[in-house]
């Protein structure tokens, strides 16, 4: 073990290749050190982070506040278990339930755990509550989903690359098209207890419904006493220029799942908030998690939220985004000028608050590599769009700048 000897970048990547899985593809950069808006390589270059870990950075790299707090904590106690009380959790639970508009919170670790657990709280729910016979329960997602990558949650993707050899996956979805509400409508049987939706699908390539599309599914399901699941891992807490992205509709959720940027990018945290019914088919050895609500994660999570809170971040994004989007326009064919010969064509830039995605016509990797090399920092998502999704904290000037780095690359 020779942990403390400096490594090259190349020969980091070499060691990663030989003992690491191979379930990623990242960019060939090796990031050391990061603050606010920008990570540094092994070599001291500087890159505008323009994926913020998947939205999990919102308050920008190793945000002082929230770092305070874990140490603070750090020292203080870490981990319980839920065998016992600590004195983070019920502050946690209460500041969640209040800024969701629910009832009662569940705290987990991933969004993965977070999304199986809304899952395990439909189910029951629906046997308890509907008399939906055990077993037979359905919940509706939509084609394009990304909820996560457990078994059960693959089950529910319409994507062929994320079941292959997977199986034998789990039984009780039901896909309909992202944005027909006809669709769900047919969909609905006795057997339903939930739709589950992300008010935007991120990994899908930043995909927005029609205008007025979760208002509707939501009065829909309430008609047919459907729960209504909100996925707000990725579009939550501040990301689309409001604390959530169903705000955009007036929606508040029958359940809210939640993780990524609660905790700022310190330490993995995620929550279900749900109405008192829902979350009261939970009883003492139905579910749990040994590290689901720990202190250390509250304390995090509960200073997290106070950043977005504090520095009025959601308004930053939907300043900031609306800027971002009038820039990048010039790209799209039909608006201003064409592309120069040999550069990708843009077919449609979209987006709300720091959320967009560019779709172009030939696949997005090589364009990110481009501009890897202009220290900018993006990922391609389903092959041809650009996902920029930078720290919520990013300032006019970057952004102007990013914006002139991408125009200088694709127009």
């Given amino acids: 073990m020779n942990a403390l000897v400096e490594r090259t ?51 920008g790299h190793a945000h002082p506040k929230i770092v305070a707090a874990l140490i603070e904590q750090a020292k203080k106690v870490t981990l319980t278990s839920r065998a016992f009380h600590n004195d983070q959790l019920p502050l946690f639970c209460k500041a969640v339930a209040e800024l969701t508009g629910l009832d009662v919170v569940l705290p987990m670790n991933t969004g993965a755990e977070a999304v199986e657990t809304a899952i395990k709280a439909a189910r029951r729910w629906g046997h308890d509550r509907r008399q939906i016979p055990d077993g037979t329960a359905e919940i509706i997602v939509c084609a394009g989903n990304f909820h996560g990558r ?52 991120c990994e899908a390539g930043i995909v927005m419904p029609p205008d007025g599309y979760l208002a509707a599914a939501a009065s829909l399901c309430r008609t047919h006493n459907v729960l209504v699941m909100a996925d707000e891992i990725q579009t939550g807490l501040g990301r689309t220029g409001r604390w959530f992205a169903c705000e955009h509709e007036r929606v508040i959720p ?107 016509d030939r696949p997005a990797r090589p364009v990110c590599e481009q501009l890897m090399e202009r220290g900018i920092l993006c990922k391609e998502t389903h092959d041809f769009v650009i996902r920029l999704a930078p720290p919520l904290v990013i300032d006019e000037a970057d952004v102007r700048w990013l914006a002139a780095e991408i125009l200088s690359v694709l127009g």
Avoid at 178 to 195: H, N, V
Avoid at 330 to 338: F, N
């Fill in 254 to 360: 029958d359940v809210y799942i939640l993780g990524k940027a609660l905790s700022g990018g310190v330490y993995p945290v995620s929550v279900v908030a749900g109405r008192r019914d829902v979350m009261e088919v939970f009883t003492p050895g139905s579910h749990g998690s040994t590290y689901g609500g720990n202190p250390l994660g509250c304390a995090v999570a509960l200073a997290a939220l106070r950043v977005i809170a504090d520095e009025k971040l959601a308004d930053r994004s939907a300043t900031l985004g609306t800027l971002l989007l009038d820039l990048l326009q010039p790209l799209v064919r039909g608006s201003e000028g064409t592309a120069r010969q040999g550069a990708p064509s843009v077919r449609a830039v979209r987006g709300r608050g720091l959320l967009i995605g560019i779709e172009l």
């Fill in 150 to 201: 457990t078994t059960t949650i693959i089950s529910a993707s319409s994507d062929a690359s994320y079941k292959r050899g997977f199986g034998p996956l789990t039984p009780g979805f039901v896909i309909v098209p992202y944005g027909d509400l006809d669709a769900l409508s047919a969909a609905i049987t006795p057997r339903t207890c939930a739709f589950l939706v992300e008010p935007i699908q």
């Fill in 9 to 59: 970048a190349a020969e980091l990547l070499a060691i990663e290749d030989r003992w690491g899985a191979h379930n990623y593809h990242p960019l060939p950069v090796v990031v050391s050190r990061a603050e606010g808006c920008w990570v540094y390589d092994l070599e001291g270059r500087r890159y505008l982070d323009c994926l913020s870990a998947y939205s999990a950075v919102n308050q």
